[in-house]
């Protein structure tokens, strides 16, 4: 028999040359063979259970052809993600001089992992304690809560000491706009969300994911790789009144291109004329400038004219906390009653997705802050990596000035902020750099400048000018 007529039918029933058994003397038996590419079971006698065979021993043979195909084979496979396929290309990459310049993870001088010291520290204590596992309440740990906001807005600022601000811990800031992107759609369903071009590759994927709509307003200026800062404000300006506008709090990713703070200020008249709500990711607070306070301007600008606004946190970078997926979801509200309601929808929203958050990330945070000698010890750390970072980024910059004879103008490198820097590079001077120099980048562009070290600084700028005058 063909496979394809096998296929065809389920079941087949045949009828034996050989004599009736007597059902005293049945003993339902099983057997396997295989016709072509599929499974056959013959089932002799009765088998208990089975449908299909109704009388008892009567010496029939019951052929069943089981054709083995998946309820998920119309599945499509998924395609890689653009920022953690760097790291598995770099992985599988033998060359020594190999750079993963592609995720946003701090790295020693060295190029190795750093648990900060005073989280060692802290979690050494929170050993000795003894402290237990018990769940969290959906909002997370109370603490962590307090601290976290006193952290972004300022302890003394009115919005804290008014009880207006809602909080609730997130699995760190994916998981914490994620939520927010759930409020969004359920209590602002015609509402659209502003994106800058380009942004966080993770960003339209949250927004998508949420079905909530969303465009882009223009953020870098290719020409002078910087801000395109009238083609923000006129995008800002033509959007529908009442758009949710994201805006990242310091250290652009993936451009590392900040606003100044005239230009700040300009965004927020902008905003504030349109009935906008402005909706911040703030993931580098403090390790972007050293300066917890000095990375919180813009946030604490928004929230000083009074305007109701979103604010997703997280704790990977400035403590390290990768691993722990820490950090909360902020909504400030112009009423303290308004707050509760608000944060009672947002623990609602949260019930469903992963019940409460982990208690791990929190405490660590609730401590280095909470204790003013820690943090003070966390502040100084801060300021090392940052510091460090900032000695690659001028590292780099000599290094290309120094070997570029165009005479072409690098300082972009030095007006950029944070652990990213946009090289301008495009997608096949990228491609270049990965193929022929070993560097692992993102496609459009963008280095991690946490992931070099300033041995290597001229083997990159020695990649960038091959990749940009050699690459169309």
């Known amino acids: 028999m063909e496979g394809k007529d096998m296929a065809s039918s389920a079941m087949l029933s045949i009828a034996s040359a050989g004599p009736s058994a007597s059902a005293a003397n049945c003993k339902a038996s ?80 060295e190029l190795q992992p750093y648990v900060l010291n005073v989280v060692k520290k802290v979690e050494k204590l929170m050993l000795e304690r003894g402290e237990y596992k018990e ?99 006129s995008d800002i300006k033509a959007a529908p009144d009442g758009s949710f506008i994201l805006l990242h709090g310091c250290a652009h990713n993936p451009t590392g291109i900040d606003p100044t703070p005239e230009q700040w200020e300009k965004i927020a008249d902008v905003i504030q004329e349109k009935n906008h709500i402005p909706f911040f990711d703030v993931a580098y607070q403090g390790f972007a400038s050293g300066s917890l306070d000095e990375d919180a301007s813009s946030v604490r600008l928004f929230a000083a004219r009074g305007l109701e606004l979103l604010v ?3 704790y990977s970078k400035n403590l390290g906390l990768y691993a722990e997926r820490i950090g909360a979801i902020n909504v400030v509200c112009s009423s303290s009653d308004a707050a509760a ?31 003013p000698a820690l943090f003070n010890e966390w502040k100084e750390e801060m300021e090392i990596m940052a510091g460090r970072i900032k000695n690659v980024r001028q590292k780099l910059f000599d290094s290309l000035s120094a070997k570029d004879k165009s005479g072409k103008d690098w300082s972009f490198i030095l007006k950029q ?56």
């Open 417 to 472: 902020i944070g652990m990213f820097s946009f090289t301008g590079l495009n997608k096949a001077q990228s491609e270049n750099m990965s193929n022929k120099w070993h560097v692992y980048m993102t496609k459009d562009g963008r280095i991690s400048l946490a992931g070099l070290s300033l041995a290597k600084c001229d083997y990159l700028a020695d990649g960038i000018i091959d990749s940009f005058y050699n690459v169309s």
């Open 312 to 314: 997703a946190q997280s």
């Open 30 to 109: 099983l057997r396997k063979t295989k016709i072509g590419s599929f499974d056959v079971r013959y089932m002799l006698g009765k088998a208990k259970g089975n449908p299909f065979l109704k009388s008892q021993c009567s010496g029939r043979v019951t052929m069943a052809v089981a054709v083995n195909v998946s309820r998920f084979e119309g599945i499509a496979m998924a395609p890689p993600d653009p920022i953690l396929g760097v790291s598995e290309a770099f992985k599988a990459d033998t060359n020594d001089m190999k750079l993963n310049l592609g995720v946003g993870a701090y790295r020693t001088e």
């Open 135 to 233: 769940y969290l309440p959906i909002e997370g740990l109370a603490a962590f809560n307090k601290v976290t906001a006193e952290l972004l807005f300022g302890a003394d600022n009115g919005v804290i000491k008014q009880g207006r601000v809602a909080t609730v811990q997130g699995l760190s800031g994916t998981g914490s706009l994620r939520v927010a992107a759930a409020f969004i759609e359920r209590y602002f369903p015609t509402a659209k969300v502003l994106i800058s071009s380009p942004t966080w590759g993770n960003h339209k994927n949250i927004f998508n994911d949420a079905r909530v709509p969303w465009s882009e307003y223009r953020y870098y200026d290719p020409k002078t790789v910087g801000l395109d800062f009238d083609g923000m404000i």
């Open 341 to 371: 309601r608000v944060k009672s929808q947002l623990k609602r929203i949260a019930r469903p997705m992963y019940s409460n958050p982990p208690v791990h990330g929190a405490r660590i945070v609730a401590n280095v802050v909470g204790d």
